[in-house]
């Protein structure tokens, strides 16, 4: 009798627990939501994605809306669509207990604005994605114009890299290897201020100062675009000190193991 007796109870005990679950989480899914606890991830100072904004973008696309129940959150849908917005390296959307949810995002950080050939204009981030322009903000970074095709809906560098067919006719990955050495390189950051590609092929640099054209050449591989960087320190620090920075009208790098420099 005592072993039915207990058996009972268990029964009517697991019944209750199952029961204030199911009323527990029939009332949380029926409850109002909370505002989302938003936090993104800036190296740097080109936030190209704001907190006022983000919430905007999901308020347009109908994910949030005024008194909105915790059911109708698409946790997974709004995870996607933040995920599609170039600005956006890495993005978690997720809820807590209660009425409370959070996304947490890493924007992509830029190096290189791009004025293509068509006149359409995109940034270029440290991984090689592209990026459209920000309504919000303006990054101060490399600008690379001339005879450019790639456009704003352009592949990622990696995808370029491992595709022989492509490397022959894009050059995005070229402005990448010069514009990724001039952002990590403390010295080239502070002296280059612009990539111009020529209808040759060749890249031009554009000093912030001095009024001097530095013929870069080609950029196919990183060896090559370190070894015409090192030259180039070379002249900086050899002969611009002596010779002035007004001396030389062209430093060309174009030749192994040359530094080529006209003067007035």
């Not at 994910?63 to 599609?84: G, N, T």
């Not at 956006?88 to 959307?93: G, Q, S």
Request: with cysteine.
């Amino acid at each position: 009798m005592n072993k039915w007796l207990k058996m009972s109870l268990w029964i009517l005990f697991l019944g209750g627990v199952i029961t204030v679950l199911f009323l527990s989480q029939q009332y949380q899914s029926e409850s109002k939501l909370e505002e989302a606890d938003i936090l993104i991830h800036v190296t740097g100072e080109n936030a190209f994605l704001n907190e006022p904004e983000l919430r905007m973008r999901l308020k347009r696309r109908g994910f949030v809306f005024k008194d909105q129940r915790q059911s109708e959150l698409k946790v997974a849908a709004i995870e996607k669509f933040i995920k599609l917005m170039t600005e956006v390296k890495e993005v978690k959307v997720y809820t807590n207990i209660g009425q409370g949810w959070k996304i947490d995002v890493v924007v992509r950080k830029p190096i290189a604005r791009i004025f293509n050939q068509f006149g359409e204009s995109y940034y270029l981030d440290e991984d090689g994605v592209v990026m459209q322009t920000s309504t919000i903000h303006t990054a101060r970074v490399l600008v690379v114009s001339g005879n450019l095709k790639d456009r704003p809906t352009s592949i990622s560098v990696s995808e370029i890299i491992n595709n022989d067919s492509l490397k022959s006719i894009r050059k995005l990955d070229d402005v990448y290897r010069i514009s990724n050495y001039v952002c990590k390189d403390t010295l080239m950051q502070a002296l280059i201020g612009q990539i111009h590609l020529k209808k040759s092929g060749d890249f031009i640099l554009v000093p912030i100062v001095g009024g001097q054209e530095i013929v870069f050449g080609t950029a196919k591989t990183d060896r090559e675009v370190k070894e015409k960087f090192e030259k180039l320190k070379i002249f900086y620090s050899d002969a611009i000190p002596y010779e002035g920075w007004n001396k030389y009208t062209e430093i060309n790098l174009k030749y192994e193991k040359q530094i080529v420099g006209k003067t007035l």
